[in-house]
């Protein structure tokens, strides 16, 4: 849970297989997901954007966070106007760097909850069986927030 609401991670690369799932992880409030995040590690196209937009309106969500990681170069820079775009179609979406949307939540939480949730986390970057190279990298951000993994627990 995060904020009261919750949170669903979907196996890489299988969002979207059950007929519940609309992003990689699913924001759930009433058995309705609320906010759809699609993560991209790698380089996308707006392409990309249309299909995970268009499925979540298709899912009856109508907000989308984008969050693209270090290892996407290549992808549209006129975020403003994607954004702009689908607005106007009734779907809330925003772009967000992984490392802004991580930063984001450990700030606007207390530090018993984001202690939790950085926990969950990295425990289901193993359950979904993200690469190596990705949970290096949430380990890596998660150092230069202040925090360290020991034994897959994160301390101050």
Request: charged fraction near 30%; glycine fraction near 6%; proline fraction near 2%.
């Amino acid at each position: 849970q995060i904020f009261g609401e919750n949170v669903r991670i979907h196996p890489i690369n299988e969002a979207g297989s059950s007929s519940r799932e609309v992003g990689d992880i699913d924001v759930i409030n009433n058995n309705k997901v609320i906010y759809a995040i699609e993560v991209k590690d790698k380089d996308f196209t707006e392409g990309d954007v249309k299909h995970a937009a268009t499925k979540a309106i298709k899912k009856t969500c109508n907000r989308v966070i984008f969050a693209y990681g270090r290892h996407a170069t290549s992808y549209p820079k006129n975020f403003s106007t994607i954004e702009n775009n689908w607005h106007k179609k009734g779907v809330d979406l925003t772009f967000i760097s992984i490392d802004n949307l991580v930063q984001t939540l450990i700030s606007t939480l207390g530090e018993p909850e984001y202690k939790r949730i950085l926990n969950d986390i990295s425990k289901n970057l193993k359950i979904a069986r993200s690469k190596d190279a990705a949970i290096k990298f949430f380990e890596d951000l998660l150092h230069a927030s202040g925090y360290s993994v020991k034994k897959s627990k994160i301390e101050l």
